[in-house]
């Protein structure tokens, strides 16, 4: 007999990548992106038991990933209230801060739209919905999506002819020796070195897991049983992640966030390789 969330399991390892997709263009980060469709993921299992009566499964989960990512926008632009609606004024601070600026050109386009507009473009033009489809999930109107798509194609065709930001990508000489520091001690199997920076409340999400504290030590016993794995240090959305190479070839990379001298979150991007796809790379000589 299979557990009642059997078939969720299933949709959301179909669905995941695609998932990212929105959640990425929803933030404005690939890096953001993935760490919010995991959060949606765990989300719609928690609620899974709870729910009867869900029409259409995937709508329901791309509806707890729109809810989950203006969350997301609201604590990230210090409380700000994010309206669905298309008319309200909505401006993300995050697009003009470094990480922001550094993002993917295919995502620096959608921080420009109001939210409606972004999830109804994203959701028709990148994921491939029906206007039926993205109407049950932002739950609206066909013709409140047709409104939106209308405002949000004409606005991305006028940012289309603006002139790309041209950055500088760089970390700052802390972030930058943390980080070569841990690749080095990584690439030498100094594995108890690396414990040693975790901090007492580390969360680890890698694959569909998310761990804290103790229980993500044993991340580095798990890769101390892998031998064709090289990391090497670079920049991506202005943040420090570590580039990883599989039998010398870039397979995918771990982000780290720091806070007095420990990491206080990595994530592993082992098992989303599609993230690849989305996030701009620059490789620390």
Known sequence: MHAPNDELERLLYGIRPRLHRFCARMLGSAIDGEDIAHDTMLKALEAFPRQSGIDNLEAWVFRIARNTALDFLRRRNRGLVVSVGDEAEFVDYYMNSDRGLQAAASLRQFMRLPPAQRASVILMDVIGYSLEEVAG???TTVP????SLHRGRERLQVLANEPAATPLVALPELERKQLLNYVDRF???DFDALRVLLAEDVRLDVNRDRLYGKAVRQYY?????VFDLRLAPAVAEGQAVALAFVNERLSYFIAFDWADGKIN???DFRYAGYVLDLVDITPIA
Do not use: D
């Not at 409140?144 to 409104?147: D, H, I, L, R, Y």
């Open 137 to 139: 999930i932002l739950e």
């Open 144 to 147: 409140g999506v047709k409104a």
């Open 221 to 225: 016993s798990r890769y101390a049983e």
């Open 187 to 189: 690439n030498a199997r």
């Open 265 to 267: 979150k990595i994530l």
